[in-house]
């Protein structure tokens, strides 16, 4: 069997003195191709007090697409290097061997840098990303080898030539195969852009927390939708095909995902109506927390003690929402005290208004205030309330800080606190008929 016509022709050169030009361009693209990748990668990477705001979100970009640049910059400088070596009639039969292995270790880099900026960007590699990385490598590493031994040509036939019914026509595996491929890259090329601008979006701090999250889920949808239409359109599939299939969606979306588009919905309501931020601490039916995501179908409330709660977002639109930081983020917190009966009430109640100011977190404006509730059968009851301007962080501590302050006072003896009086009519009234009863048996 003959050799391929690529492996003929590199081992034709190995005799060549010319061979010596193309190794040598070779290892100098590669030193060079890997030492602009690092160049760059150092320059953008750097932390700069003028691009502080913005910086994170562009270091982390460049920090991914970094493995990706050495190998595009070395292929682009072997193509140039071939171009050079062929204008002084040097054979390149070395370089055409080197750039197909370059241009797969690009490819699969690429396509590694997508995923994980699409799919694992918020947490650690799941099983099933890391899975379709080692089947990717090495389908493209199979092609690649198919093309160096001159398989290529044959199989691309025979996929040409197998023909799958489909309805009426009959289409070849190989257009069936590269329509799945021009989805699949647009569609990935399209998330990684809506990814881009989401990160972009949320980045700027001008910009309304809600205003940022529906502009780029908008902008994702909108991202999506072309990409499905423009490769439908590449291989040739009729778009007005789709409408049929449009209106079939439409129905079975009226009667049964009746649910789940009201939450779609009223997802985005809320996202355009800024009702609710990112960081506001609200209260939903017995629910309370700070909102830490709003997505297009539900909102996760994320409360005091750490637990998140998943809420659909038709109930935080169908319900009354408490928000406590909607158009103003101060928050009246108050504690009760019973204090007895002749208690100087004129220095008592300065006395603790006074006493809560120069307290963590409490607010000097609104000053605190001092009240009498009510008269109890045991004494004065007192409410001491003041202002916080952070209630995401609870109410607990700070109601906690001032009861110490409070007691401090106790134990001084400023204040006296009322304690329960006990009724004891009943008991000496029992005691009486106890004593007569006794005195009566010993008359007797």
Known sequence: MPLPKLLSDFLDDLREPGILWQAGAIVLCIVIGWGLARLIRDRFLQRTPADEAHGPVRRLGMRS????????????LLALAKMMLT?????VNLLRLAMPLFASFALIRTAFYLLRRVFARHGPLGATILTFEKIFSLVVWLAVAMYIIGLWPD????????????????????TILQAATSVVVLLMLALWAGTALEERLMGVEGMHSSLRVVMARMSRAVLIVVAVLVSLNMVGIDLTVLSVFGGAFGVGLGLGMQKI????????????????????MISVDKYTGRVSRINTRYTVLQGLDGVETVLPNEMLISGPVQNQSLSNRMVRVSTVLNVAYGSDLDSLIPLLENLVIGVARVLETPAPGASLNKFTADGFE?????????PESGR?????DVNKKIYALVKSGDIKLALPRLDTNLLD????ATVAKISQSVTN
């Open 261 to 280: 588009a009201s939450n779609y919905v009223s997802g985005f309501v809320i996202l355009l109506e800024r009702s609710l931020a990112i960081g506001d």
């Open 382 to 390: 007192l409410e001491l309330g003041f202002w916080i301007s952070d």
């Open 429 to 432: 009234a029992h005691i009486a």
């Open 155 to 174: 199989v691309f036939d025979y996929l040409d030539d197998t023909l799958l019914p489909l309805g009426r026509h009959k289409v070849s595996l190989a």
């Open 65 to 76: 697409f970094a493995r990706v640049l050495a190998p595009l910059l070395i292929l682009g």
């Open 87 to 91: 204008r002084n009639h040097i054979h």
């Open 396 to 400: 607990g501590g700070v109601v906690s």
